[in-house]
């Protein structure tokens, strides 16, 4: 699982130490149960001009989370070639043989993209059906972020938190992520029972479930 996640300069102030409170906790529910640990391998990639690798991709009960800074602008490009370039290297050091589902993208954001560069072409390569590690994305909007650019970055869901304080949407966000780490986890070790793979704690009066794009 690969949380991308929007720094830029509207995420100041109570957002961020939301999500730097949100990521420890994830550290304790993944050493609480470490049969977690054993299914499940998080990365965090940030982005706002640029894209930084925060958390390569990593056992989290076994890793030093460091604090989430504010950057610049808001670039959705730079977010998605980074974080296809953290899916590429986490997936291709893991030991040869090791078993690996899909990977899963969750992107958050609370604003609109601002750079110049059209990001389309970022999320094409992202997407490219003929690239091995193509991942299911995931994505969570509050405050600015537009409605039609988190459902054409979805593959799989996107979700508008619905709470009107920002510090409360990450934080929702953020347990609807760590729900879904557990559930899944559940899933894959028990490949046997039906649903199995991608589960989402995603609670109603939280979110609106935005309708898929058609064509």
Do not use: C
Not at 82 to 97: F, K, M, Q, S, Y
Not at 117 to 133: I, K, S, V
Not at 166 to 175: C, G, L, S, W, Y
Not at 192 to 198: D, K, N
Request: glycine share 8%; net charge negative.
């Amino acid at each position: 699982m690969f949380l991308l996640v929007d720094v830029s300069v509207s995420m100041a102030g109570a957002p961020i130490e939301a999500l730097n409170r949100a990521l420890p906790e994830m550290k304790r529910v993944m050493q609480s149960d470490p049969t977690v640990g054993e299914i499940v391998r998080i990365a965090l990639v940030t982005f706002s001009d640029e894209a930084r690798t925060v958390i390569p991709l990593a056992d989290l009960a076994h890793t030093d989370i460091p604090e989430v800074l504010i950057e610049g602008g808001t670039n959705f490009a730079a977010g998605l070639r980074g974080v296809r370039t953290a899916i590429e290297a986490g997936l291709g050091a893991l030991p040869r043989g090791t078993p690996v589902y899909r990977p899963v993208v969750f992107f958050m954001s609370d604003g609109a993209h601002q750079a110049r560069e059209d990001w389309g072409p970022a999320l094409h390569q992202l997407r490219d059906p003929h690239w091995r590690f193509r991942p299911e994305v995931v994505s969570f909007g509050f405050n600015d972020a537009p409605d039609d650019a988190l459902r054409q970055i979805a593959t799989k869901f996107a979700f508008r938190a619905r709470d009107a304080d920002p510090a409360t949407q990450v934080r929702d966000i953020m347990n609807a992520l760590i729900g879904s780490i557990i559930t899944t986890s559940a899933g894959f070790r028990h490949p046997a029972r039906p649903g199995g793979g991608l589960h989402l704690e995603t609670p109603p009066d939280h979110f609106t479930q935005l309708p898929p794009l058609t064509v």
